[in-house]
């Protein structure tokens, strides 16, 4: 199948047309135009992390609901937006990224309104989906945008930079979000992103600078987009209610079988599909292919233990949200300084130089709490896991991000990227969901020692694959 793209066009102050190697925009306009999209992705990153200490006071909330059912909170956020990325991206790229990045934005603030209002489980799960479809136009637009901005060689950087905004902002989520709830109830977790998205809206418009691709391709397989959600769905939904019905259960198995055939469905289907929602073409870079794979797997233990972890402080620690919300912000603002100084090296000496000491730092950290974490408070472990842990997870973050597009040219950056955050929320679905069922069994520190070391190994994992991608390139 042949790539039938057939012009990229861009509409900016002192810019001409973009190539795969280069960029005529000034070094400090690129800056500009990655802090402004920064700000839509800022306010994504920010309720990511936001929402793992909303769930605890929406247990107080909604006393009628299960776990299984609050976790819906958490995971329909990450699937919806898994399955809606390719085709939002795609858009971009044909109408415009500047126009999606903006109605992106403005659809992500009303959603958030809306949560926040939100009476029920039932409107509160179908605004964080809304929140999803939104962010959906948001994330691929802006990391074609930055990285077209930049060029091949300062990719890293630029990812690397763009990587650390959301770790900022995911390191702020916890503590100003403990503030706000502690202030006035969980609804203003929600309504931070008002303000928040006027600000990036109109940042947005005077800076961003508008892209689109023309082309005569198809829009990406809607029908693939369906079967991904449903089939992530069924995978979630199995793992969840393996509390109530056990692993073994047939019910359990039944639906985990259904999710499994679903995706092996929708690979099959992209393969034949003439715009497919997985393109399979771009796995035939070895960085991509190897790349994606790291992402997945770091996503699910990233994010495993961001859910664990509040759980762990509320639950077993005893300590009131404010608290706990400011007990997680280390390991976000040692992910964000971690994601900033990966962007330079990987630049300089590759992407795999700088996940490898990641993962080690990752399981040394985290390890650490899995094996020493228990019932009695001790602040010093706590904070020296989070540390360390949070280090490792920046440097894998940002190496891993930069791995994944390095190689890519530039007209195939916008769906390597939207592919790469499928997979990374899929991961990250599923992390969560196996977090649930472990610590749904009994919620004492065994439950949650388990969960850290489910995530210290998955992480370590990531960063093995990544390394055997490096070997496999040396051998060519």
Same mark, same amino acid.
């Given at each position: 199948?042949?790539?039938?793209?057939?012009?990229?066009?861009?509409?900016?102050?002192?810019?001409?047309?973009?190539?795969?190697?280069?960029?005529?925009?000034?070094?400090?306009?690129?800056?500009?135009?990655?802090?402004?999209?920064?700000?839509?992705?800022?306010?994504?990153?920010?309720?990511?992390?936001?929402?793992?200490?909303?769930?605890?006071?929406?247990?107080?909330?909604?006393?009628?609901?299960?776990?299984?059912?609050?976790?819906?909170?958490?995971?329909?956020?990450?699937?919806?937006?898994?399955?809606?990325?390719?085709?939002?991206?795609?858009?971009?790229?044909?109408?415009?990224?500047?126009?999606?990045?903006?109605?992106?934005?403005?659809?992500?603030?009303?959603?958030?309104?809306?949560?926040?209002?939100?009476?029920?489980?039932?409107?509160?799960?179908?605004?964080?989906?809304?929140?999803?479809?939104?962010?959906?136009?948001?994330?691929?637009?802006?990391?074609?945008?930055? &990285?077209?901005? $930049?060029?091949?060689?300062?990719? =890293?950087?630029?990812?690397? @930079?763009?990587? %650390?905004? +959301?770790?900022? #902002?995911?390191?702020?989520?916890?503590?100003?979000?403990?503030?706000?709830?502690?202030?006035?109830?969980?609804?203003?977790?929600?309504?931070?992103?008002?303000?928040?998205?006027?600000?990036?809206?109109?940042?947005?418009?005077?800076?961003?600078?508008?892209?689109?691709?023309?082309?005569?391709?198809?829009?990406?397989?809607?029908?693939?987009?369906?079967?991904?959600?449903?089939?992530?769905?069924?995978?979630?939904?199995?793992?969840?209610?393996?509390?109530?019905?056990?692993?073994?259960?047939?019910?359990?198995?039944?639906?985990?079988?259904?999710?499994?055939?679903?995706?092996?469905?929708?690979?099959?289907?992209?393969?034949?599909?003439?715009?497919?929602?997985?393109?399979?073409? &771009?796995?035939? $870079?070895?960085?991509?292919?190897? =790349?994606?794979?790291?992402? @997945?797997?770091? %996503?699910? +233990?990233?994010? #495993?233990?961001?859910?664990?972890?509040?759980?762990?402080?509320?639950?077993?620690?005893?300590?009131?949200?404010?608290?706990?919300?400011?007990?997680?912000?280390?390991?976000?603002?040692?992910?964000?300084?971690?994601?900033?100084?990966?962007?330079?090296?990987?630049?300089?000496?590759?992407?795999?130089?700088?996940?490898?000491?990641?993962?080690?730092?990752?399981?040394?950290?985290?390890?650490?709490?899995?094996?020493?974490?228990?019932?009695?408070?001790?602040?010093?472990?706590?904070?020296?896991?989070?540390?360390?842990?949070?280090?490792?997870?920046?440097?894998?973050?940002?190496?891993?991000?930069?791995?994944?597009?390095?190689?890519?040219?530039?007209?195939?950056?916008?769906?390597?990227?939207?592919?790469?955050?499928?997979?990374?929320?899929?991961?990250?679905?599923?992390?969560?969901?196996?977090?649930?069922?472990?610590?749904?069994?009994?919620?004492?520190?065994?439950?949650?020692?388990?969960?850290?070391?489910?995530?210290?190994?998955?992480?370590?994992?990531?960063?093995?694959?990544?390394?055997?991608?490096?070997?496999?390139?040396?051998?060519?």
């Amino acid at each position: 199948m042949e790539q039938s793209v057939s012009e990229t066009t861009y509409n900016g102050d002192n810019a001409d047309d973009n190539s795969d190697d280069n960029t005529s925009l000034p070094a400090s306009r690129a800056w500009l135009i990655l802090g402004v999209v920064g700000l839509s992705s800022f306010q994504t990153a920010l309720s990511l992390s936001v929402i793992f200490v909303v769930y605890p006071q929406l247990t107080e909330a909604f006393p009628n609901a299960s776990d299984a059912e609050l976790s819906w909170v958490i995971t329909s956020f990450s699937i919806v937006g898994a399955a809606a990325l390719v085709l939002a991206g795609a858009i971009g790229d044909r109408f415009g990224r500047k126009r999606s990045i903006l109605w992106g934005t403005v659809a992500f603030s009303l959603a958030s309104a809306v949560a926040a209002l939100a009476p029920n489980t039932t409107v509160l799960i179908s605004a964080r989906v809304a929140q999803a479809l939104a962010s959906s136009l948001t994330l691929p637009a802006g990391a074609a945008t930055i &990285l077209a901005a $930049f060029p091949k060689e300062r990719r =890293g950087a630029a990812i690397g @930079t763009w990587s %650390a905004v +959301g770790g900022v #902002a995911a390191a702020m989520g916890p503590f100003f979000g403990g503030l706000l709830i502690d202030a006035g109830g969980w609804q203003w977790a929600f309504w931070i992103n008002v303000p928040m998205g006027a600000l990036a809206v109109i940042a947005g418009i005077i800076v961003i600078p508008e892209y689109r691709i023309k082309t005569k391709e198809l829009l990406p397989d809607p029908f693939g987009s369906a079967i991904l959600a449903l089939s992530v769905s069924a995978l979630v939904f199995a793992i969840v209610q393996t509390s109530e019905w056990q692993w073994l259960d047939y019910r359990t198995i039944s639906i985990a079988i259904a999710g499994v055939a679903g995706i092996t469905w929708l690979v099959r289907r992209s393969a034949s599909q003439p715009s497919p929602i997985l393109d399979l073409r &771009l796995f035939s $870079f070895h960085s991509f292919a190897f =790349g994606n794979i790291s992402m @997945t797997l770091l %996503a699910f +233990g990233f994010f #495993a233990f961001q859910f664990s972890s509040i759980q762990f402080l509320t639950e077993v620690w005893g300590y009131e949200v404010r608290d706990a919300g400011l007990l997680s912000t280390p390991i976000f603002a040692c992910t964000a300084v971690g994601s900033w100084l990966a962007g330079r090296l990987t630049d300089r000496f590759g992407a795999a130089k700088v996940v490898l000491p990641g993962g080690v730092l990752w399981l040394i950290g985290i390890g650490w709490l899995s094996l020493l974490a228990g019932d009695t408070r001790d602040i010093a472990l706590w904070l020296y896991g989070v540390g360390v842990g949070g280090v490792g997870s920046g440097l894998m973050w940002g190496g891993v991000f930069s791995a994944v597009v390095i190689d890519l040219p530039e007209r195939s950056v916008a769906l390597g990227t939207a592919i790469t955050q499928t997979l990374m929320r899929i991961g990250s679905s599923i992390g969560v969901a196996v977090s649930v069922s472990i610590i749904g069994v009994a919620v004492a520190a065994g439950s949650f020692r388990t969960a850290f070391a489910l995530s210290a190994v998955s992480c370590t994992v990531a960063m093995l694959f990544l390394s055997r991608r490096d070997r496999r390139v040396e051998a060519q």
